[in-house]
């Protein structure tokens, strides 16, 4: 699971234009969210990897959800309200990401350009920045409290979990099928390149 920041100000833009900008630049991640608005926008379903992360760190057997959050590196998302954030946390429950931080806090921007990015946290599974996630080169989301998104510190997972057996593929596609959860703002899902709202 990977936190991005989408530059602009979310006081004045909204996720519906962000996802269909995305899509447009062949870009789309699996979920736009504006945290001031509430808004938030599906363009991908979590088993189909998105194009945010270089080389295969989309597709290593794992859901990789990534999220673009409108705002702005230099003032953390989460000093905000951060509407619609309980329902994407209950949605990201129900794929089993994990609500740890294993690479603890964000450094602030332009630190963050500088910093190590671990394949042995990354492989722990949970939520990261897109500064922290092996590979990259950005620098967003910022300094973030992931307290506001995880919660408290929560226990370290020293060894991936292994693969499911068939079962467990069945249900992920089930799974698939679903919407956002009941409760989500008006703007559910774009599919398809052409960025029809549903």
């Known amino acids: 699971m990977v936190w991005f920041i989408w530059p602009?100000?979310?006081q004045r833009v909204s996720a519906k234009s962000i996802a269909q900008r995305l899509v447009q630049i062949k870009q789309p991640a699996h979920l736009v969210w504006n945290?001031?608005?509430?808004?938030?926008?599906?363009?991908?379903?979590?088993?189909r990897a998105a194009n945010g992360l270089p080389g295969d760190l989309n597709r290593q057997g794992r859901v990789c959800v990534q999220i673009r959050v409108l705002g702005s590196v230099e003032e953390p998302f989460t000093?905000?309200?951060?509407?619609?954030?309980?329902?994407?946390l209950a949605w990201l429950d129900s794929w089993e990401v994990p609500r740890h931080w294993p690479a603890g806090p964000p450094l602030p921007y332009?630190?963050?350009?500088a910093a190590q990015r671990s394949r042995r946290l990354w492989a722990r599974g949970g939520h990261f920045g897109n500064s922290q996630v092996p590979g990259t080169s950005e620098g967003d989301p910022g300094p973030i409290d992931v307290h506001r998104i995880v919660g408290g510190p929560?226990?370290?997972?020293?060894?991936?979990?292994?693969?499911?057996?068939?079962?467990?593929?069945?249900?992920?596609?089930?799974?698939?099928?679903?919407d956002m959860p009941e409760g989500c703002a008006a703007e559910k899902s774009i599919n398809g390149p052409t960025g029809v709202v549903i």
């Open 110 to 113: 332009p630190h963050s350009l």
């Open 8 to 10: 602009t100000d979310p």
């Open 79 to 88: 000093e905000s309200k951060l509407d619609g954030l309980d329902d994407i």
């Open 154 to 178: 929560a226990p370290n997972l020293d060894v991936p979990r292994p693969r499911g057996d068939r079962a467990d593929h069945a249900d992920r596609a089930d799974r698939e099928a679903r």
């Open 35 to 47: 945290p001031v608005s509430g808004q938030i926008v599906q363009s991908l379903p979590p088993t």
